[in-house]
């Protein structure tokens, strides 16, 4: 099957700090990926859609000069929070599209902002 | 707004018993549905899908129905192992963004 990597899968920063988030299609191509956000005990929260090529999409609340997002090739989308305090603390998800309607997800990264 | 949410955020079984979890959605355009099983730590799982067209479809141990006139989507386990311990999330979507949209999780605790 479809596999989708993250790295890191953890990562503990100082606040002030940015962090680069990877995202990597394995064994296909997607011109789509998605990332979500999810904080303890809650669901995903679709953060932006990730284009290759072209400029991100990001969903309503969500600030895009501090959630940087680049696709820059098939294969590899990452996001950068910038700037990040401990409120960006969380469980960060991303997804890659097979088909349509199917998406398959990372393993999640975890960062803690300190 | 649309939202998908979800009767019973924890559900207890015993090992062997059968599972039914519940989610309701409100948005009449979405299409496509899924089942997604996250344990802790993990990213997302795909369980089993089913599109508009259809009411029931069945896996391994896993079947899911779609109830559109009361627009309620189910997810039954059969002879539930402990292995199956997780949040489980329905998801919606469909339309041109193919974006989905996460119910908001129900924790399957299975008793040995």
């Known amino acids: 099957g479809a596999v989708v990597s993250q790295h890191p899968s953890w990562v503990i920063c100082k606040s002030g700090t940015s962090v680069k988030i990877e995202c990597r299609s394995l064994d296909f191509q997607a011109t789509t990926m998605f990332w979500y956000r999810q904080f303890p005990k809650q669901s995903l929260m679709l953060m932006a859609t990730?284009?290759?090529?072209?400029?991100?999409?990001?969903e309503q609340g969500v600030e895009k000069d501090k959630f940087l997002i680049n696709h820059a090739s098939l294969t590899l989308s990452t996001l950068t929070v910038t700037s990040a305090h401990p409120e960006d603390s969380s469980f960060y998800i991303c997804s890659a599209r097979w088909e349509p309607n199917e998406q398959f997800f990372g393993p999640g990264t975890r960062l803690t902002v300190l | 707004g649309e939202s998908v949410g979800l009767h019973l955020p924890t559900l207890s079984v015993q090992e062997g018993d059968n599972s039914i979890i519940n989610c309701a959605y409100s948005?009449?355009?979405?299409?496509?549905f899924i089942w997604y099983k996250q344990e802790s730590g993990k990213g997302p799982q795909f369980i089993i899908d089913i599109r508009s067209n259809m009411d029931k479809r069945q896996g391994q141990r896993v079947t899911v129905l779609l109830n559109k006139t009361v627009k309620h989507l189910s997810l039954q386990i059969a002879a539930t192992q402990p292995g199956d311990s997780a949040v489980y999330f329905c998801a919606e979507g469909g339309g041109a963004t193919n974006k989905l949209i996460f119910g908001t999780g129900t924790l399957l605790a299975v008793q040995p």
């Open positions: 990730s284009n290759e090529g072209s400029k991100a999409t990001y």
């Open positions: 948005n009449s355009a979405s299409d496509y």
